[in-house]
């Protein structure tokens, strides 16, 4: 069983709403992830926070918007989204290390963007 | 530049028969490798990786994979299949260049969708 836990599972929101994914680690990991995956498609990195500070944003709209209060926990607040926005979003986390460390992923939150 | 391949997007074996996936990688450096598989409306788990070390890698649910570094291969396998085991199988490769930030960015395979049937 994964330790990421993502909330909720499923959302569905409308073009103009306002809506946040919430995800807890309590793996001491310091380098927090948002992916986001289309069906049977690789997922596609958006963010890395480490040690709670941004350091990659792969050029997503500004309609996605990440947050991370603590070490454990990461949010990604959502407006003004498209259809297309309709997808799983996968946190995930990892030590943070220059060695080979695993990025371990939570079980997704499906959104649907009506 | 670095790329992952998996050239089979299904798979098919019976209960019982070996499976193989197949991944190749190609990289600068040196590679790290993990496989990770999705259960159907599932996140993504993690089976191994390679480091460094033994060329034979053994994982969770009875996996193993071989990194072959003249081949640049990191294939998948199984004594046993089990129809458990039917689900989509992602490769990656670690980017080792050492730009800030970029080594966390895995590199993935374009996925292997595994059917093992009774």
């Known amino acids: 069983d994964t330790e990421v836990t993502q909330t909720p599972k499923h959302l569905v929101m409308g073009m103009t709403n306002k809506k946040s994914l919430k995800c807890e680690q309590h793996?001491?990991?310091?380098?927090m992830y948002w992916y986001k995956q289309k069906a049977k498609k690789p997922p596609e990195l958006m963010f890395v926070?480490?040690?709670?500070?941004?350091?990659i944003n792969e050029s997503v709209p500004s309609r996605f918007s990440p947050e991370c209060p603590n070490s454990s926990l990461l949010n990604l607040h959502l407006h003004a989204l498209q259809p297309e926005d309709s997808a799983l979003y996968l946190c995930a986390s990892s030590q943070e290390s220059v060695s080979g460390n695993t990025i371990y992923f939570g079980e997704g939150s499906w959104l649907t963007v009506v | 530049a670095q790329s992952v391949a998996q050239p089979e997007d299904q798979v098919n074996v019976a209960e019982g028969n070996p499976l193989t996936v197949k991944c190749t990688y190609s990289v600068s450096g040196n590679p790290y490798l993990f496989w990770y598989v999705q259960y159907p409306n599932r996140g993504l788990q993690f089976l191994l990786k390679?480091?460094?070390?033994d060329n034979l890698v053994k994982g969770s649910y009875g996996f193993e994979a071989e990194f072959n570094k003249s081949q640049t291969s990191f294939h998948l396998k199984k004594p046993s299949a089990l129809v458990s085991d039917s689900a989509l199988y992602f490769c990656a490769v670690r980017d080792m260049r050492l730009a800030a930030g970029n080594n966390r960015k895995l590199i993935w395979g374009l996925g292997t969708s595994l059917a093992v049937n009774p």
């Open positions: 926070y480490s040690y709670e500070k941004l350091s």
């Open positions: 793996m001491g990991h310091r380098a």
């Open positions: 390679y480091i460094t070390g």
